[in-house]
């Protein structure tokens, strides 16, 4: 069920932001639309923002720099990665100065030296752990190193299990795809720390105060995640899942929340009404057309759109028997 927020916009519930970043504030590194404007107002009315990546290559000082580049007033103290999270995670099962077996960038090299603990690449350093985050110089030996450690029995660890990542050529192996593979070859399965794992948002947490909400653009990490940590969440329509996405999402990525962009943060969340297979969200209407859900009456704020498809797909879908509701079959 979608949450409603004043015609302060959502901005005025909550203390602090967590946004995702590719998809949400930049794509192939350009600015969203609207997405710097609308940070640095909510920035300058008071909310603590931080930015959570799930992407451990890069240190949050070269993330923060990219940030201020795009016109963002942010600083190194707002990023928070998924080496830090897994860094943290390994800082608090293994002794300071323990070596640690490292398939991953310069950003997961430095979260681990910063947490007390030493990168490795030999696996004759008796690492305690193998932890493993994304590289695009990872190489075949590497990976075969980790997998002889991880059969041995030595503790892994991942960043994240992101199967793909965004270039702009297309999509590109994540880091996801190569624990896949070592999770093939050893039979074993890592501790992970990004979303939508908890010790991402928990890392995150403990650095703001007040409530917390987390706008993403991926269901199965953003929203998902935010959920598995018990944060609100709010999708925003910039980035990797559609409204179709939405609108067929299955309970545990279903956002509370629905931002046609970072500019809908200062507008209205109005009320949903559901009734007679018709959905009215402020001015907007939407009603199933030969089997599909569709807009029957606009309105000016466009998140009343996307509210009344969303709530009507899943007022539909959450009461139908298997892909049917009220006799008909929804096309989304």
């Known amino acids: 069920m979608l949450s409603v927020a004043p015609s302060t916009g959502v901005i005025s519930e909550f203390d602090s932001l967590f946004l995702d970043l590719d998809g949400v504030v930049y794509r192939s ?151 896949a593979l070592l999770a093939t070859l050893t039979d074993q399965a890592p501790l992970v720390a990004g979303k939508p794992e908890p010790a991402l948002f928990k890392t995150a947490a403990a650095t703001v105060r007040g409530t917390i909400l987390m706008i993403g653009d991926r269901l199965d990490t953003d929203i998902e995640g935010g959920k598995r940590a018990g944060i609100r969440s709010a999708w925003v329509n910039t980035g990797v899942h559609s409204l179709s996405d939405v609108m067929t999402a299955p309970a545990r990525q279903r956002p509370d929340f629905i931002l046609n962009d970072l500019a809908g943060l200062f507008r209205p969340q109005h009320y949903v009404q559901v009734s007679d297979g018709v959905a009215r969200c402020g001015k907007a209407v939407a009603r199933v057309v030969n089997g599909a859900v569709c807009v029957e009456q606009s309105s000016d704020i466009p998140e009343d759109e996307l509210r009344a498809m969303v709530a009507l797909a899943w007022h539909i879908r959450d009461v139908a028997d298997t892909n049917q509701a009220h006799g008909e079959r929804i096309e989304t």
């Not at 943290?88 to 960038?105: E, H, K, M, N, W």
């Open 29 to 179: 590194g350009e600015a969203v639309p609207k997405s710097v404007d609308a940070l640095n107002l909510a920035s300058d009315r008071g909310a603590q923002i931080r930015f959570l990546t799930n992407n451990a290559s890069r240190t949050p000082a070269q993330v923060a720099e990219h940030l201020v580049a795009l016109g963002l007033h942010a600083d190194v103290d707002m990023v928070v990665t998924s080496a830090q999270a897994v860094a943290q995670l390994l800082a608090s099962r293994f002794p300071s100065g323990s070596s640690i077996f490292t398939v991953g960038d310069v950003g997961l090299e430095n979260a681990l030296r910063e947490s007390g603990l030493y990168p490795t690449r030999s696996a004759d350093s008796d690492p305690v752990a193998v932890v493993q985050g994304h590289s695009p110089h990872t190489s075949w030996g590497e990976l075969a190193q980790a997998g002889y450690l991880i059969a041995a029995g030595i503790p892994w660890y991942a960043c994240n299990e992101d199967l793909s990542i965004p270039t702009a050529k297309g999509l590109a192996p994540g880091n996801g795809a190569f624990v």
